[in-house]
């Protein structure tokens, strides 16, 4: 990172994404968005200036150093947060996206025909994945894995092939967690496979822990970047 200002930054994304049908019908999810703006607000409460990129949900949050972003889609969430991206110094990518959306979308109001009805879907664009390809030296990147088998093994492999830098481990086998519910549970696993399992508790608590946990793992990068940097002055300058 270039600046020092956008060590205290961070971009966030939150809620599900609607993938249009027609006017009237979408493809959508169960998320909530509470855990996304309770992380949100913990950066706040830390000084962070913050920008989150919110799917439709029911939430607000207000504060001097948030800038929100409303958008219904996963092509919406990707396009917004794309300007923000190369200047926050850690991303946190909370949002449930949609994986599929419908190949085409109707102008009018599909009326029933038949018994059955087929829609065909084509892959949504991988927000982590895009912005893991181009992150910088210095940015860290927070992704989730919601899953309901094998949970360590593939939230390792998404660790791996979206470049990130910490991932999130949810499981929908633990009661009191996961979507719509006040309350979660979850296993922080980061690029060094250091991992550490939290018990149940409010999601105010664990987005705290989350901003703590990244914001811990960036500035162990930054003063390695720092000691680097020294390390090749006092070679060069001898």
Do not use: W
């Not at 493809?27 to 968005?33: F, R």
């Not at 799917?55 to 990707?78: C, K, N």
């Not at 030296?137 to 927070?142: F, N």
């Amino acid at each position: 990172m270039s600046k020092e200002k956008d060590r205290r930054s961070v971009l966030i994304t939150a809620g599900p994404t609607r993938e249009a049908i027609d006017p009237v019908r979408y493809i959508t999810n169960h998320s909530s968005g509470k855990m996304g703006y309770a992380i949100a607000e913990a950066f706040l409460e830390k000084g962070f200036t913050v920008v989150l990129v919110s799917g439709p949900v029911t939430l607000s949050l207000t504060h001097p150093e948030l800038t929100t972003i409303a958008v219904h889609s996963a092509d919406e969430m990707y396009d917004a947060c794309r300007p923000y991206f190369p200047t926050v110094q850690i991303a946190v990518f909370a949002a449930a996206v949609a994986d599929y959306k419908p190949a085409e979308v109707h102008t009018e109001k599909m009326k029933k025909s038949g018994n059955e009805l087929s829609l065909q879907l084509v892959k949504n664009v991988d927000i982590a994945f895009e912005f893991g390809r181009v992150k910088q030296a210095g940015q860290v990147s927070v992704g989730f894995a919601l899953e309901t088998n094998d949970e360590e093994q593939n939230a390792l492999k998404k660790l791996d092939t979206k470049n990130l830098d910490m991932v999130i481990l949810n499981s929908v086998q633990d009661q009191g967690a996961t979507f719509g519910y006040d309350t979660n549970k979850v296993t922080i696993i980061n690029r060094d496979l250091l991992g550490r399992t939290f018990p149940l508790k409010s999601k105010k608590e664990v987005g705290k822990d989350i901003a703590d946990a990244a914001i811990s793992y960036a500035n162990h990068q930054h003063t390695n970047q720092q000691s680097l940097k020294t390390n090749y002055h006092d070679i060069y300058t001898i």
